[in-house]
């Protein structure tokens, strides 16, 4: 059964500096892996997708995640936090079987400092 | 393009009330999920359909909760006598056919339902 982890459901970093959420994913299939934003009130926005291929996947907002199957893990960076980047962040997996669903890790808040 | 339409946004009901939530997929979709969240905790995954047919529910509860997606029409989600438990965000997100294994679920803004 697939399955994802995020480790600190809380992270707080200074404008400017780097930001890691990191997420660790079980699976018994090739993954597929998401990361997903949630700002307050409001659904959820794509920010990523590792499907197959390159192994470090850009997205927007100037984030990216690395795939490391050895370490199954998809964490996800970006070099320099802006204050817009508050918000909730989501990890996710694509289930077994070919029905699509997305399984999520619990969420990590990021907090931005000035 | 509009994206997944959800309403309404806020519900609140009173216990043993009920509940319907809406969610009309974007164009072109022909894939519906549900999903909760609840507060401090990431989506569950509640039900998938395609128009007129559950695919897979394993995700809903037993009894109260109810979905469709009828021919014409939006998704329905259906909340029976609602309790205080029921509080939660429910989120609608679609998808196209044919990338069902490789692409993203495009998401709603949610309908945050408040149980008194």
């Known amino acids: 059964a697939q399955s994802v982890t995020q480790l600190g459901s809380h992270v707080s970093v200074s404008e400017g500096a780097l930001v890691l959420l990191r997420c660790n994913y079980s699976s018994s299939v090739p993954p597929y892996l998401f990361w997903y934003v949630q700002y307050p009130n409001q659904g959820l926005q794509l920010l990523l997708k590792?499907?197959?291929?390159?192994?470090l996947v850009k997205g927007i907002n100037g984030f990216e995640a690395e795939f490391k199957k050895s370490e199954t893990s998809f964490h996800l960076t970006k070099p320099s936090a802006h204050m817009s980047d508050a918000a909730e962040y989501f990890c996710?997996?694509?289930?077994?079987?070919?029905?699509?669903?997305?399984?999520f890790g619990k969420g990590t808040k990021l907090s931005v400092k000035p | 393009n509009a994206g997944v339409m959800q309403n309404p946004r806020h519900l609140v009901r009173r216990r043993g009330q009920e509940a319907r939530l809406r969610c009309s997929p974007m164009k072109g979709h022909s894939h519906v999920y549900w999903y909760r969240q609840l507060p401090e905790e990431g989506l569950k995954f509640m039900v998938y359909?395609?128009?007129?047919?559950?695919?897979?529910e394993s995700g809903m509860p037993k009894e109260r909760f109810s979905a469709e997606f009828p021919k014409e029409g939006p998704s329905i989600l259906r909340i029976q006598q609602v309790v205080r438990g029921d509080s939660a965000a429910y989120f609608c997100?679609?998808?196209?056919?044919?990338?069902?294994?490789?692409?993203?679920?495009?998401f709603g803004e949610g309908s945050r339902l408040t149980v008194l």
């Open positions: 590792y499907t197959t291929g390159a192994t």
């Open positions: 359909l395609q128009k007129e047919n559950i695919i897979d």
């Open positions: 996710a997996v694509r289930g077994g079987g070919s029905q699509g669903n997305l399984i």
């Open positions: 997100a679609s998808a196209p056919p044919g990338q069902l294994n490789t692409g993203e679920l495009f």
